[in-house]
Nanobody
Framework: QVQLVESGGGLVQAGGSLRLSCTAS????????IGWFRQAPGKERESVAR????????HYADSVKGRFTVSRDNAKNTAYLEMNNLKPEDTAVYYC???????????????WGQGTQVTVPS
């Protein structure tokens, strides 16, 4: 069992940067792949990025490649999403989630945080 809490959201101008954090309570944090997702009003939740338990593998959605970087510090039980060159279309509630596999499908993301709002005005 793991509990996740996101933080770091806020309002940032287009072209700016923001770093989100996902801090876990519980054991065996390093065994979990951490994924970042976002959901904008009227849209389905979409996968943004993910990082394997030890950080050896990462994956990014095409929409954020070259702009976002996912990382983690297992000693702190924390994963991060560094967002650069933010665009209005990045506006959404961002969630982190945990899975036992890097190749997780929707149903495999069994632990979720509460979400944090990121707003990039036009």
């Amino acid at each position: 069992q793991v509990q996740l809490v996101e933080s770091g959201g806020g309002l940032v101008q287009a072209g700016g940067s923001l770093r989100l954090s996902c801090t876990a309570s519980g054991r065996a944090f390093s065994t979990y792949t951490i994924g970042w997702f976002r959901q904008a009003p009227g849209k389905e939740r979409e996968s943004v990025a993910r990082i394997s338990g030890r950080g050896g593998n990462t994956h990014y959605a095409d929409s954020v490649k070259g702009r976002f970087t996912v990382s983690r510090d297992n000693a702190k039980n924390t994963a991060y999403l560094e967002m650069n060159n933010l665009k209005p279309e990045d506006t959404a509630v961002y969630y982190c989630a945990a899975s036992g596999t890097f190749y997780a499908q929707v149903r495999d993301w069994v632990y979720w945080g509460q979400g944090t709002q990121v707003t990039v005005p036009s």
